[in-house]
């Protein structure tokens, strides 16, 4: 469970910076960071760039706002001082759907990436995005 949360709680900061109108000089870095990655790691062109990173943050803005209503229900069950079973099923439910509901929001966005991005192109940007989140991972062992 530790380890689940930490997965989201760190797919939430990255997400929470490309959400964020007014960002914090470390969030800031953090999603030039990952975008770079990005970038270098898929090698889009200039013109890719353009098309692409704009669609890719509204996808990141939609994984957040998911992610967040089940933290922030989870969070509600957390603070109560004897949470019922029926609280503590919603908010596992809710953790659950998150994720069903990120991998149905990848999935529509995988569909106008493939009008942008060459099928290697897409393949790689899973690689870059598993590298992001184990980079992250590793350097919080640290």
């Known amino acids: 469970m ?9 797919a939430a900061i990255a997400t929470t910076v490309a959400a964020q109108g007014n960002r ?29 990173m704009p669609v890719y943050e509204e996808m990141e803005r939609e994984i957040y706002q ?7 229900l989870a969070a509600e069950v957390e603070k109560k001082k004897s949470p019922t079973d029926s609280e503590y099923a919603q ?28 099928k290697r192109q897409l393949f790689l940007l899973k690689q870059a995005e598993t590298k992001f989140t184990r980079t992250m991972l590793q350097g919080r062992k640290k």
Request: glycine fraction near 4%; charged fraction near 30%.
């Open 2 to 10: 530790r380890k689940i949360l930490t997965v989201l709680m760190i």
């Open 24 to 52: 914090s000089k470390w969030g800031q870095e953090m999603l030039e960071a990952k975008h770079k990655m990005i970038i270098e790691t898929v090698g889009l062109t200039p013109t890719q760039q353009e098309q692409f």
């Open 66 to 72: 998911t992610n967040r209503d089940a933290r922030t």
């Open 91 to 118: 908010a596992a439910e809710a953790i659950s759907r998150a994720k069903v509901r990120e991998g149905e929001i990848e999935a529509k966005y995988f569909a106008k990436f493939s009008k942008m991005l060459s």
